[in-house]
């Protein structure tokens, strides 16, 4: 491959972005059955696979004693594990493209309890995004722009836009497509899900193998050890419920539904391997030297921001739902409690004085939006902490 001039913390960043784009829309391409989509997804897998070789290979050829070598290994393994993330979007991404059926319980859980991924069809122009939403994929005319830099939206995009439901419902009714949004209101707001055994397992696995991605990252950025430690111990139950899908769902199949009871074993064996890389991520906390700025800072400076908020007095004995985080775009990851760590977090969780918030939200183009966010939490009675 022929040299780019990219620097190594460019690459990591580029590799933090795409890895976690390419989850999202391969989760869309699910749901929606969109092919095009799917394909899009694997061109990222591809790309970040060239990334990854040329961060290994410029790291490589950056080692000059033996004292380089613990940055050598720690850049390494980010670039690989971050790879893992799209090996396992291109494994649901290949699922559309060769034509499975997907189950409808993995239809159902994709888009509740968290972030939304929708498609929206564009019947105005904006000349600014009106909320704290991430643009995953824009297909203007016949040409598709991945994760674009893009503050304008022309009529006529189609665009896959990723946030809460409330960002992405204002940014559709400003768009014209207003009626997107509504198709799936019941589960996303009521987190309604099939009363199946399977089906609640199915959404626990995902449910936990995102937020330890999310505390992954959040472990690096902050040098956290208890974090990473949180993660670890999240992946051993994500590879618990994965041994147990498997049975339950072979177990229950029959020659009618044999090739949908595919589509849920790949999804959980991809929802197993994102956990993995999550804790392989984490475990670089455990040996934090003197290369965790730059892995930190090339993490640090993604669409994801992430806080850590210690609640104050004023917010004692306050139910996290009624807050209004969700409002700001801000999604609770975990919270720290006397030592220990909550996760995953419901809306009635009271809050007490001295609790530690791990949240993130998406990083809003303007700047002083950003700082908008910060001054609300700290008068709502958070203290934002900067380790």
């Not at 784009?21 to 790309?47: F, H, N, P």
């Amino acid at each position: 491959m022929a040299s780019t001039g990219r620097t190594v913390k460019e690459l990591l960043k580029l590799i933090r972005h795409y890895s976690s784009v390419a989850i999202d829309m391969a989760l869309y391409a699910l749901y929606s059955g969109d092919k095009s989509i799917a394909l899009e997804t694997l061109k990222i897998e591809r790309k970040v696979d060239d990334y990854v070789r040329e961060l290994i290979s410029r790291v490589s050829l950056a080692i000059r004693d033996p004292d380089d070598a613990g940055l050598a290994v720690g850049i390494a393994e980010v670039g690989r594990a971050l790879d893992k993330v799209t090996d396992a979007a291109g494994d649901l991404a290949g699922l559309v493209l060769r034509g499975y059926p997907v189950h409808d319980y993995i239809r159902h859980i994709i888009n509740c309890c968290g972030d939304l991924v929708l498609l929206l069809h564009s019947k105005k122009s904006l000349r600014d995004l009106p909320s704290i939403v991430d643009l995953l994929l824009v297909k203007r005319g016949e040409t598709y722009l991945v994760a674009p830099e893009l503050t304008k939206i022309e009529k006529g995009d189609l665009v896959v836009v990723r946030g809460t439901f409330d960002e992405i419902q204002e940014l559709a009714r400003a768009v014209g497509d207003a009626d997107a949004v509504e198709s799936i209101r019941a589960s996303t707001v009521t987190n309604n899900i099939p009363g199946e055994e399977l089906a609640s397992r199915l959404l626990r696995i995902k449910t936990l193998a995102r937020l330890a991605l999310d505390l992954a990252f959040h472990s690096i950025i902050y040098g956290d050890q208890s974090v990473a430690s949180l993660v670890g111990e999240m992946e051993d139950t994500v590879d618990s419920l994965y041994h147990e899908i498997l049975e339950y769902s072979y177990y229950e199949s029959n020659p009618s539904i044999a090739r949908e009871m595919v589509s849920i074993a790949i999804f959980d064996t991809a929802m197993e391997t994102i956990a993995d890389a999550a804790m392989q991520l984490s475990n670089i906390v455990k040996r934090i030297d003197e290369y965790s700025i730059l892995i930190s800072e090339a993490l640090e400076e993604a669409e994801e921001v992430y806080l850590k908020l210690r609640v104050t007095g004023k917010l004692d004995g306050k139910r996290l739902g009624d807050l209004g985080l969700a409002d700001l775009g801000l999604s609770v990851i975990a919270i720290g409690k006397n030592g220990g760590w909550i996760v995953p977090v419901t809306p009635d969780r009271v809050l007490e004085e001295g609790d530690i918030v791990l949240a993130k939200y998406y990083r809003p183009e303007n700047e002083d939006k950003e700082e908008r966010i910060e001054d609300i939490l700290e008068q709502m009675g958070f203290e934002i902490e900067e380790d």
